[in-house]
């Protein structure tokens, strides 16, 4: 199973441009689902982005569509959400996730999910 790690988050003002990533252990990368969720505080853990094993499905919260952009490299084992055009409402902690899926798309419930990384702030100043 795989194991992620966030990084890349920080203070931006509005208007300004972060990229997070997402480390992955274990050789399987290439066969799960991959998602990026966030969580403000007092709210529950909301969808941003999707992809699928191989990179060629995405989806995005309607939030985000046009400004953030989900990608990954197989070969890396790598995750990344470039986001750009950022918001103060994009502050939150935003968390990587991964499904065990090499033949369905992704979802955007995150229970769908079970692996889980720590989380990484992003924090976007008006």
């Known amino acids: 199973q795989v194991q992620l790690v966030e990084s890349g988050g920080g203070l931006v003002q509005a208007g300004g441009s972060l990229r997070l990533s997402c480390a992955a252990s274990?050789?399987?990368?290439?066969?799960?689902?991959m998602a990026w969720f966030r969580q403000a505080p007092g709210e529950e853990r909301g969808f941003v982005a999707a992809i699928n094993w191989g990179g060629g499905t995405t989806d995005y919260a309607d939030s985000v569509k046009g400004r953030f952009t989900i990608s990954r490299d197989n070969a890396k084992n790598m995750l990344y959400l470039q986001m750009n055009s950022l918001k103060p409402e994009d502050t939150a902690v935003y968390y990587c996730?991964?499904?065990?899926?090499?033949?369905?798309?992704?979802?955007?419930?995150?229970?769908?999910?079970?692996?889980w990384g720590q989380g990484t702030q992003v924090t976007v100043s008006s």
């Open positions: 274990g050789r399987t990368f290439s066969s799960y689902a």
């Open positions: 996730a991964a499904r065990y899926s090499p033949i369905n798309n992704p979802t955007s419930d995150p229970a769908w999910y079970n692996r």
